[in-house]
């Protein structure tokens, strides 16, 4: 069985051969956050067996994730992960990037499904999976951005209580979000938003907040990174 690393080869390959060099060049980088993020952050993920022998294998020859295991260490787990956290969180991209991100993963799902390299099942929960976030990506980007201008044009001076924490959406309405504390299950809400952001939330998603109470309602001081 090959690695990971001359899986990821091949397909960069593949692609090299049929692309232009523009597009090429998004595969490239795409695969290159990939390996990067599985090589860095994907054996929190190991069972103990598997790491004590990557630990071995680093130690005695040098190899990293890739390098150890076969295309079977890839699965929804850390998918997610790389998508919806790293990606977001550890890389300093754009909205265009993410978009290319999001199909160059969804083309490696498939292509690894069509080369016998991921069972059928994984397959079928990775793909909803890719689907998912290859639309969520990018638009869980620029509500970021929006609501930090929202915050920087909506200022607030006055206020009885303060939270600062990860928030999880659970309710949505128009120009108006609930969420439910990260550290202690809370709820929180309503967060008074724009009608354009509260369109493009979904339930489900994760942001960190610093909101300050006025009144029964609750508004943006300060805001993070989304993830979807």
């Known amino acids: 069985m090959k690695t990971i690393e001359e899986v990821l080869d091949e397909f960069l390959f593949e ?20 390996e990067e993020y599985l090589n860095g952050w994907a054996h929190k993920y190991l069972s103990e067996i598997d790491q004590i022998r990557l630990n071995e294998f680093y130690e ?15 699965s929804s787990l850390e998918i997610k992960d ?53 639309v969520d990506m990018p638009v869980a980007e620029e ?41 202690d299950g809370k709820n929180i809400g309503p967060v008074l938003v724009s009608e354009k952001i509260s369109s493009m939330c979904k339930v489900g998603w994760t942001i960190c907040l610093l909101l300050a109470k006025t009144g029964n309602n609750w508004r943006v001081l300060e805001s993070g990174n989304m993830y979807p």
Not at 15 to 25: G, V
Not at 156 to 171: A, L, M, P, Q
Request: aromatic share 18%.
């Open 82 to 134: 790389f998508l919806g956290h790293f990606m977001i969180r550890n890389v300093l991209t754009s909205k265009t990037f993410l978009e290319t991100m999001g199909k160059v993963m969804h083309k490696l799902v498939k292509w690894m499904h069509e080369k016998a390299y991921m069972s059928h099942d994984n397959y079928e929960a990775l793909n909803l999976l890719v689907k998912r976030l290859k």
């Open 143 to 183: 509500v970021s951005d929006l609501l930090c201008l929202y915050a920087l044009s909506h200022s607030v001076k006055n206020y009885s209580e303060t939270r600062d924490d990860f928030f999880i959406i659970t309710e949505i309405k128009t120009g108006k979000l609930w969420f439910e504390s990260y550290s």
């Open 15 to 34: 692609q090299w051969a049929r692309l232009s060099s523009k597009t090429y060049s998004g595969y490239e980088d795409a695969i290159y956050y990939f």
């Open 60 to 74: 005695e020859e040098g190899k990293r994730y890739c390098a150890v295991f076969g295309p079977e260490y890839i």
